[in-house]
C-alpha cells in the first residue's frame, strides 16, 4: 500500500465533495450541514489513519511522496510529502476545520456557499502544509485567501468590507514575495527549472543573495504570522468575522506563516537564519509585550482576543530564532497549542455574542449568573490562555524559554535581557486576560438584553468546547504524545546550522 496516493486523496477529497454541494436542493439547510460534517469527519478520520499506520516518527525525511508532473511546460510537479513539522499540523487543520463546521451550525444566510467555502478551505490548508514542491507551495497559499475573503464579505460584521479589503491588500500583497523568492530559487545556477524543495534545499547561494531571498519570504510570512508591524489586519479581520471562520483564521491560517519560516526560510536558506535569528528573538520579544498592552486596551472581545494571538506568536518568533532544539520544539508546540485555545476563545466569544448581542465589555458584566456553563468553559480556556501549567501552553512557553536559556548563539547579556521582556509578557498575559473575565462575567451591570431563557450553552457548543479542551490538558500533562512526532524533523533542521 506503500504507493497508494493517501495526499492527494486527503487534498483533493475536500474540494471535489464540496463541488457537489451546488447540485442540493436550496430549501433544506440541514441535509448540507449534515453533509459537509461528514465529509470533514471522513477527512479527518482519513489522516488520522495516515498519520497512524502510514506514518514513521523516526524517520526525519519525507514520506508517502508523490510526484507527478502536472504541467510540463515549466516542468510544475504536483510533489506531495510529509514529515514531522506537517503532520501535527495537517492533524491540527483536521480537527479545527471539523470542530468550525459544527459551530457554523446556526449560518442561515446562503448556507450552500458557505459550507463550499470551507471544504475549499480545508484542501487549501491541508495541500499547503504536505506541499513539497515551492510553486505548488505558493499555489496553495494563494488558494486559501479566496475562501476568507468570501466568508469575510458575505457572513461578517458591519464593517466587513473594510475588512476583507484589508486581509486581501496585505495577503496577497505579502505573497507576491513568495512568488518572486520562488522563481529565483527555482532558476538560480542552473539552466533549467527546479522546483522541488529537496533539491532546492542542497542548492547553496552567495550570501548577499541569500539574505534578499530570506527578507522577501519573511515579509510573506511575517504578514500571515503576523508579525508586529504587519500585523493590522488581523483584529479588523476577527473582529469582523463570524466564530466559525474565526476558528479557522486563528488555529490554522496563523500556523501558515510559522511553517512556512521553519520550511523554507531555515531549510533552504541557513545560512541567512543565523544572521537574523538575534531580529527575529528580539521581534518576537517586542511583539509579545507590545500585543499584550494593545490587547489590554480593547474595549472589544473578538479584537482582545486577536491581540492575544498575536501576542502568542511573539513565543513562536523567539522559539525559532533561538536555534535549539528546545526552542523550536516548543515553537511548534505553540503553534499547535494556541491552534486549539485561540479557536476555543473565538468560539466562545461568538455564542457569547449570540447570547448577549454585544461585543463590547463595558456593556456586559455580571453575565456569569446566565450562563454558567459557558463562564466556565471561558475561565478554563483563559487559564489554559495564560499558560497554567498542565495545559499546552504551559510547556511550549517553557520550553522556548528554556530554548533561548540554553542557546550558545547569545550572549549572556542578550539571553538575560530577553528572558526579562518574555517574563513581562507572562505577566501581562493574565491581567488582559482575567480583567476580561471580570468585565465580562462578573458584577451586576447585565440585565436588559436577557430576553430569552435559555440564555446557556447548548449540547452542541459544551461538545466542541470539551473536544477543544481534552487535547489541550491532554498535551499539558504529557507533551511527549506530541513532541516525538516532530523531534527527529527538528533535530535534522538544525543540523544544517552546525555544519
Not at 509578557?425 to 438584553?449: A, C, D, E, N, V
Amino acid at each position: 500500500m506503500s504507493n497508494f496516493p493517501w495526499l492527494t486523496i486527503t487534498i483533493l477529497l475536500p474540494i471535489s465533495a464540496g463541488l457537489v454541494i451546488p447540485l442540493f436542493p436550496t430549501k433544506g439547510n440541514n441535509f448540507v450541514r449534515w453533509y459537509t460534517l461528514g465529509i470533514c469527519l471522513l477527512e479527518f478520520l482519513l489522516i488520522t489513519y495516515v498519520f497512524c499506520y502510514q506514518f514513521k516518527f523516526s524517520n526525519q525525511f519525507i514520506q508517502l511522496k508523490e510526484d507527478y508532473n502536472w504541467i510540463k511546460f515549466f516542468d510544475f510537479h504536483w510533489r506531495l510529502g510529509i514529515d514531522g513539522l506537517s503532520i501535527g499540523l495537517v492533524l491540527l487543520t483536521g480537527f479545527i476545520t471539523t470542530l468550525a463546521t459544527l459551530a457554523a451550525w446556526p449560518v442561515t444566510k446562503n448556507p450552500r456557499l458557505f459550507y463550499f467555502l470551507m471544504l475549499a478551505m480545508y484542501s487549501g490548508q491541508v495541500g499547503l502544509f504536505a506541499s513539497q514542491d515551492i510553486l505548488l507551495f505558493f499555489f496553495m497559499w494563494e488558494l486559501e485567501l479566496i475562501p476568507v475573503y468570501l466568508l469575510l464579505c458575505i457572513w461578517g460584521g458591519k464593517r466587513r468590507l473594510y475588512a476583507a479589503t484589508k486581509f486581501i491588500l496585505y495577503t496577497a500583497g505579502g505573497s507576491i514575495f513568495i512568488l518572486m523568492g520562488a522563481s529565483t530559487t527555482g532558476f538560480y545556477g542552473s539552466n533549467q527549472l527546479t522546483l522541488d524543495l529537496q533539491s532546492l534545499s542542497s542548492k547553496s547561494y552567495p550570501i548577499e543573495l541569500e539574505i534578499i531571498l530570506y527578507l522577501g519570504f519573511f515579509i510573506a510570512y511575517a504578514v500571515k504570522l503576523p508579525i508586529f508591524p504587519s500585523h493590522t489586519w488581523l483584529p479588523d479581520t476577527h473582529g469582523e468575522a463570524h466564530y466559525s471562520t474565526c476558528m479557522l483564521l486563528a488555529g490554522i491560517l496563523l500556523k501558515m506563516g510559522g511553517y512556512g519560516i521553519i520550511r523554507i526560510n531555515m531549510e533552504l536558506l541557513p545560512h541567512a537564519h543565523s544572521i537574523f535569528a538575534p531580529w527575529i528573538v528580539i521581534i518576537g520579544a517586542i511583539q509579545i509585550v507590545y500585543a499584550a498592552l494593545t490587547s489590554f486596551s480593547q474595549r472589544n472581545l473578538k479584537r482582545r482576543i486577536a491581540y492575544s494571538s498575536i501576542s502568542h506568536m511573539g513565543f513562536v518568533l523567539i522559539g525559532i530564532g533561538s536555534m535549539t532544539d528546545l526552542g523550536l520544539n516548543g515553537a511548534i508546540l505553540q503553534m499547535i497549542s494556541h491552534g486549539l485555545i485561540g479557536a476555543a476563545l473565538f468560539f466562545l466569544a461568538g455564542i457569547s455574542y449570540d447570547r448577549t448581542r454585544t461585543l463590547f465589555l463595558e456593556q456586559m458584566g455580571g453575565t456569569a449568573i446566565y450562563m454558567p456553563k459557558i463562564f466556565t468553559m471561558f475561565s478554563s480556556f483563559s487559564m489554559a490562555s495564560l499558560a497554567l501549567p498542565g495545559t499546552s501552553g504551559f510547556v511550549a512557553e517553557s520550553l522556548i524559554f528554556l530554548g533561548i536559556v540554553i542557546s550558545h548563539k547569545y550572549s549572556l547579556s542578550f539571553k538575560i535581557l530577553i528572558t526579562i521582556i518574555e517574563a513581562i509578557g507572562i505577566i501581562l498575559t493574565p491581567i488582559y486576560l482575567l480583567s476580561m473575565l471580570r468585565q465580562m462575567f462578573y458584577g451586576y451591570k447585565f440585565s436588559k438584553f436577557f430576553i430569552f431563557s435559555n440564555m446557556d450553552a447548548g449540547p452542541r457548543e459544551i461538545f466542541i468546547l470539551i473536544c477543544l479542551i481534552f487535547p489541550i490538558i491532554g498535551i499539558g500533562i504529557y507533551p511527549n504524545s506530541v513532541l516525538s512526532s516532530w523531534n527527529s524533523k527538528v533535530n535534522f533542521v538544525l543540523s544544517k546550522f552546525i555544519s
